[in-house]
């Protein structure tokens, strides 16, 4: 976030170059004055950058509808567009876009409406990122008891439970 922060400020001062080198520069020469601020100014960071991640969803959401719009005045094309976030990190809502002429079809069609469609989404994204972090777990559980077990078949080593502790 500091380098970050840092990087915004070069761009404000007209700072412009195409060095592939910037971040580790950057980094290198921001790194005693990172370590000079205080708990609170590191904090302060952190909720600055809080607040661009929001706003640069935002805008991009809004680029979005506005790319979908003028894809259908072209085209004539329809669209529905559904976006969640998944994770309770990032404070923002569903967002829910349909161009005219589809406005009602989730509900006509499918029988359920948009604000209950996403608010599904939103659950189930969040919920899935904890069940496909505990999968991970359980999955690396399962190797490293399989690695445990071929070792111990492998060579004359025994479990011996009555001297474990």
Known sequence: MFCWKKHCLANENGSTTSNKWVLPDLVMASKQEYGQLSTDEKQHLVKEFSEFRINDVTHILKAIKNELHNLKSCTSIKTIFYATHGTTDLPLQGVAFNTKGIE??????MGIGTQDLVSKMEGFAVQGAAKNHQQCVSQLHAVICEIINCKLCDSK???QWMHYF
């Open 104 to 109: 009602d079809f989730m509900g006509t069609v």
């Open 157 to 159: 080593v025994k479990m």
